[in-house]
């Protein structure tokens, strides 16, 4: 229409009409593309993408391959690096060390003191699910000394493992503490057993020396001599050395065992193993009006609680200081020729937790004025025979879900008949089944409050019901549990402190993070963090290492990494409305010494990885090797994927400049030839 109809193009000259046509043409295909490109046509494209195979290569940085390498370490890294430098032209290569972290950074410090291999394969699966993974290198002595054995990963990554064979198979001379066994915790003045183990190789009809010494400061205390004679050259032998915990707190104790001569290495004859004292062992007075067998029964069911300490004394010739117990329970008491008055009041002023256990003994009217828990009423010297019934809804504490119908089988006790009235904290646990009957008399009953607690057993015979229990079940579960669970509830102290700040634990191996909590509490002892709470750590030789606490949803936490092998002490400390608030405590960082317990080489472990994965095993001037033979593994191949893609047709910028070159062609005709 530009072109035809306007008047201007008709009446230019020949030579310009002879261009019309061609013109009309460019911007015919100009605005009509124009028009097509408004429709937003699409294209569909296929691309495609090559994914290289990865190959993972993993070292073993632990403390174990530092004795394999101390020769020949310089042309190993060497290997190593040639080896990376070869397989990365052609592969995707991923480098790792592990030991006491998975880390992406090859140093060869060779520092690790554990050797975990499954977790680092596990570690390469986890990172490395669904993709294109070849195949894994791993260098190591086939030492672990934590984890499962790694051959149970294999199957779960499916890729062949390389394994590059370090270290030495060699069984060397030597004499070692193989490991000991010990409870980590004991309680002051008792005996407690060591148990060592003694390893020997090549070392028949040689004799050492075992000690034990306790480690006080710089200074070292002899505590046991044990004299060994190796007999063969394949020894082991087990000793069981007894040791008394004389001071609380953490205790340091070194096993040594004499160096033979010629030994390969004496760093496996030397153990050190830390034993925290504890000073906090409850103390329970049993006090009785006469002598009877529950007595002994109970005593043996609270005894099976080591945080317990247990004294039975009879109240005409008890002579002991009261306020010295954390706990008191009163067997037959107060009775007719034992009051017990003056023993009452002060376990009332000095606010002790009591458990009253009835019996023919007690003076009802006396029980009844001690205490306010339970009131009996019309008792005339009559009893009852009584089983117990469990009732439900009680949440002072958990029992086994089968307590109920254990007690519900166990023989009847003799109970006060009179009329029970309970109490306004009382909670009832045990009702009495006379007969038949399911009556509402209380057997036993607890008080729910924060401040002292008391408990009433309303019955005796308890030795009857532990005679019950072992005939029929072998033990005596049932009951050890009732009491148990009763005698801990009494005697747990609440913690009224208004800022608290403490440690997951008092040992922490020299690998392990350090982390703290704190707590503050306002007046009405809700949990708050409105102030900046501080901690400092520090160690034996006075240095102290700041923190300041983060605060949480309502408390204080606080990462303090990793320290060295040394006991420390903190303080917390914390301002809230004026007041100054600190928190002490201790712990101690602990050497491990897994990586100096074996020191020959498994090979034969790293065979099987590699003969059940598919692959190979290389040794140090082999390594060059390992990059042929994973080339020439027909199953480490690049993987193709494809897939399609829509993009708007309006994108491609090709389309633009050919547009614009329609419109600037059109333009230099018509300007060239004097059109408009």
Same mark, same amino acid.
């Given at each position: 229409?530009?072109? %035809?109809?306007?008047?201007?193009?008709?009446?230019a000259?020949?030579?310009?009409?002879?261009?019309?046509?061609?013109?009309?043409?460019l911007?015919?295909?100009l605005?009509?593309?124009?028009?097509?490109?408004?429709?937003?046509?699409?294209?569909k494209?296929?691309v495609?993408?090559?994914?290289?195979?990865?190959?993972?290569?993993?070292?073993?940085?632990?403390?174990?391959?530092?004795?394999?390498?101390?020769?020949?370490?310089?042309?190993?890294?060497?290997?190593? *690096?040639?080896?990376?430098?070869?397989?990365?032209?052609?592969?995707?290569?991923?480098?790792?060390?592990?030991?006491?972290?998975?880390?992406?950074?090859l140093?060869?410090?060779?520092?690790?003191?554990v050797?975990?291999?499954?977790?680092?394969?596990?570690?390469?699966?986890?990172r490395?699910?669904?993709?294109?993974?070849?195949?894994?290198i791993?260098?190591?002595?086939?030492?672990?000394?934590?984890?499962?054995?790694?051959?149970?990963?294999?199957?779960?990554?499916?890729v062949?493992?390389?394994?590059?064979?370090?270290?030495?198979?060699?069984?060397?001379?030597?004499?070692?503490?193989e490991?000991?066994?010990?409870?980590?915790?004991?309680?002051?003045?008792?005996?407690?057993t060591?148990?060592?183990?003694?390893?020997?190789?090549?070392?028949?009809?040689?004799?050492t020396?075992?000690?034990?010494?306790?480690?006080?400061?710089?200074?070292?205390?002899k505590?046991?001599y044990?004299?060994?004679?190796?007999?063969?050259n394949?020894?082991?032998?087990?000793?069981?050395?007894?040791?008394?915990?004389?001071?609380?707190?953490?205790?340091?104790?070194?096993?040594?065992?004499?160096?033979?001569?010629?030994?390969?290495?004496?760093?496996?004859?030397?153990?050190?193993?830390?034993?925290?004292?504890?000073?906090?062992?409850?103390k329970i007075l049993?006090?009785?009006?006469?002598?009877?067998?529950?007595?002994s029964?109970?005593?043996?069911?609270?005894?099976?609680?080591?945080?317990?300490?247990?004294?039975?004394a009879y109240?005409? +010739?008890?002579?002991?200081?009261?306020?010295?117990?954390?706990?008191?329970?009163?067997h037959?008491?107060?009775?007719?020729?034992?009051?017990?008055?003056q023993?009452?009041?002060?376990? +009332?002023?000095?606010?002790?937790?009591?458990f %009253?256990?009835?019996?023919?003994?007690t003076n009802?009217?006396?029980?009844n004025?001690?205490?306010?828990?339970?009131?009996?009423?019309?008792?005339?010297?009559?009893?009852?025979?009584?089983?117990a019934?469990?009732?439900s809804?009680?949440?002072?504490?958990?029992?086994?879900? *089968?307590?109920?119908?254990?007690?519900?089988?166990?023989?009847?006790?003799?109970t006060?008949?009179?009329?029970?009235?309970?109490?306004?904290?009382?909670?009832?646990l045990?009702?009495?089944?006379?007969?038949?009957?399911?009556?509402?008399?209380?057997?036993l009953?607890?008080?729910?409050?924060?401040?002292?607690?008391?408990?009433?057993?309303?019955?005796?015979?308890?030795?009857r019901?532990?005679?019950?229990?072992f005939?029929?079940?072998?033990?005596?579960?049932?009951?050890?549990?009732?009491?148990?669970?009763?005698i801990q509830?009494?005697?747990?102290?609440?913690?009224?402190?208004? %800022?608290?700040?403490?440690?997951?634990?008092?040992?922490?191996y020299?690998?392990e993070?350090?982390?703290?909590?704190?707590?503050?509490?306002n007046?009405?002892?809700?949990?708050?963090?409105?102030?900046?709470?501080?901690? *400092?750590?520090?160690?034996?030789e006075?240095?102290?290492?700041?923190?300041?606490?983060?605060? *949480?949803?309502?408390a204080?936490?606080?990462?303090?990494?990793?320290?060295?092998?040394?006991?420390?002490?903190?303080?917390?400390k914390?301002?809230?409305?004026?007041?100054?608030?600190?928190?002490?405590?201790?712990?101690?960082?602990?050497?491990?010494?897994?990586?100096?317990?074996?020191?020959?080489?498994?090979?034969?472990?790293?065979?099987?990885?590699?003969?059940?994965?598919?692959?190979?095993? %290389?040794?140090?001037?082999?390594?060059?090797?390992?990059?042929?033979?994973v080339?020439n593994?027909?199953?480490?191949?690049?993987?193709?994927?494809?897939?399609?893609?829509?993009?708007?047709?309006?994108?491609?910028k090709?389309?633009?400049?050919?547009?614009?070159?329609?419109?600037?062609?059109?333009?230099?005709i018509?300007?060239?030839h004097?059109g408009?």
């Amino acid at each position: 229409m530009l072109y %035809f109809k306007d008047n201007s193009f008709k009446d230019a000259g020949k030579k310009v009409q002879r261009y019309i046509k061609a013109l009309s043409i460019l911007r015919f295909l100009l605005v009509s593309f124009i028009a097509f490109l408004l429709l937003m046509p699409l294209l569909k494209n296929r691309v495609t993408s090559v994914e290289q195979p990865i190959i993972v290569y993993l070292q073993d940085n632990s403390e174990s391959i530092k004795n394999a390498m101390s020769i020949d370490s310089a042309s190993y890294k060497n290997n190593t *690096t040639d080896l990376v430098s070869k397989l990365s032209e052609n592969y995707e290569l991923h480098k790792y060390q592990f030991g006491d972290d998975f880390s992406d950074q090859l140093d060869y410090s060779f520092t690790g003191k554990v050797t975990n291999i499954e977790a680092a394969l596990e570690e390469v699966y986890n990172r490395y699910a669904n993709q294109n993974v070849g195949g894994i290198i791993l260098a190591t002595d086939g030492i672990y000394n934590e984890g499962s054995n790694p051959i149970y990963s294999i199957n779960t990554l499916n890729v062949p493992v390389y394994s590059v064979a370090l270290g030495d198979t060699t069984p060397k001379r030597d004499i070692k503490i193989e490991r000991s066994y010990y409870n980590k915790i004991a309680y002051l003045r008792d005996k407690f057993t060591l148990r060592v183990d003694v390893t020997a190789t090549n070392c028949a009809k040689e004799g050492t020396t075992l000690k034990i010494f306790k480690i006080k400061g710089k200074n070292k205390e002899k505590i046991v001599y044990k004299k060994i004679s190796v007999k063969n050259n394949d020894f082991t032998k087990t000793y069981d050395l007894e040791i008394e915990a004389t001071t609380p707190g953490i205790n340091q104790y070194q096993i040594e065992i004499d160096k033979i001569p010629n030994e390969a290495t004496t760093e496996n004859n030397v153990q050190r193993i830390y034993i925290d004292v504890l000073d906090s062992r409850q103390k329970i007075l049993m006090l009785a009006a006469a002598p009877h067998p529950d007595i002994s029964a109970i005593k043996s069911a609270i005894q099976i609680n080591e945080n317990y300490e247990t004294t039975v004394a009879y109240a005409k +010739s008890f002579k002991g200081t009261i306020s010295t117990y954390d706990l008191v329970v009163l067997h037959g008491l107060p009775s007719g020729n034992a009051p017990i008055t003056q023993l009452l009041s002060d376990i +009332s002023s000095k606010g002790i937790p009591v458990f %009253f256990i009835l019996s023919q003994q007690t003076n009802i009217a006396g029980f009844n004025k001690a205490q306010t828990l339970l009131q009996i009423n019309g008792a005339n010297k009559q009893l009852n025979n009584a089983k117990a019934a469990m009732q439900s809804g009680f949440t002072l504490f958990t029992l086994e879900s *089968t307590m109920a119908d254990n007690l519900a089988n166990l023989p009847p006790i003799n109970t006060p008949f009179g009329e029970y009235a309970l109490g306004e904290n009382a909670v009832n646990l045990l009702n009495q089944k006379i007969g038949t009957v399911n009556t509402n008399y209380p057997l036993l009953i607890l008080e729910q409050s924060s401040a002292v607690k008391r408990a009433v057993f309303a019955g005796e015979g308890i030795w009857r019901w532990r005679m019950y229990d072992f005939q029929t079940d072998a033990n005596h579960e049932t009951v050890d549990e009732l009491i148990g669970k009763t005698i801990q509830y009494l005697s747990v102290k609440s913690d009224k402190r208004k %800022f608290k700040s403490s440690t997951a634990k008092n040992l922490y191996y020299e690998t392990e993070r350090i982390g703290f909590d704190a707590e503050l509490y306002n007046d009405s002892y809700e949990l708050i963090n409105d102030s900046d709470a501080t901690l *400092t750590i520090t160690d034996a030789e006075g240095k102290a290492f700041p923190f300041n606490f983060n605060k *949480t949803a309502a408390a204080y936490k606080l990462d303090a990494g990793i320290f060295p092998v040394g006991d420390y002490s903190f303080v917390a400390k914390t301002n809230y409305a004026g007041q100054k608030f600190q928190s002490k405590g201790k712990f101690s960082v602990i050497p491990k010494q897994l990586e100096a317990l074996n020191t020959v080489a498994n090979h034969q472990l790293l065979n099987s990885l590699a003969g059940k994965s598919g692959g190979a095993v %290389f040794y140090n001037n082999q390594m060059q090797a390992i990059a042929d033979s994973v080339s020439n593994n027909a199953t480490i191949k690049p993987i193709m994927f494809s897939n399609f893609e829509n993009s708007a047709f309006i994108n491609l910028k090709w389309l633009f400049f050919m547009m614009l070159a329609f419109l600037a062609l059109e333009w230099f005709i018509r300007k060239f030839h004097g059109g408009y």
